[in-house]
């Protein structure tokens, strides 16, 4: 009985281990890079970046400038800073705002609409004003 109890065993965990293989990641044969050959010259080689990669030309603050705007957004409202990635997130793209030349008063409007809802339902035009202003002393020059 215990042979028997071993064997179904064994069965069950290759059945199992079959149903699993067919559900693993395959590169796509069209896709994949392909293997070098012997007569193929070799790839340059790509110098690692310092720095990691980001969205096109969206400015990013480090860690010190991070933490010196979260500090700012919260003292502006707590509440913008419940989700500090996404807090981060909405001041790069004021800083884009910013950067590319929009003027003040759209600036100051965008970042409103921007931080609005979820733990802030609604903004001032003065917190509005203070936000913007702790994405420029931050990072954002």
Partial sequence: ???KTWII???AV???GG???LFEDEPDKATAEPK???SAPDKPDEKPS???SKPSGIPSPNEVQTGTLILALYAVEPGLVADEDRAVDRARNVCLDITGGKDAGTVQSNAKARFEGGDVPSLTDDQAAEIVSA???SFCD
Wanted: proline residues 10%.
């Fill in 1 to 3: 009985m215990k042979r």
């Fill in 9 to 11: 065993t064994g069965v």
């Fill in 14 to 16: 290759l059945a199992f």
């Fill in 19 to 21: 149903v699993l293989s």
């Fill in 36 to 38: 070098p050959s012997a």
């Fill in 50 to 52: 310092a720095e990691p």
């Fill in 135 to 137: 994405v420029k002393s």
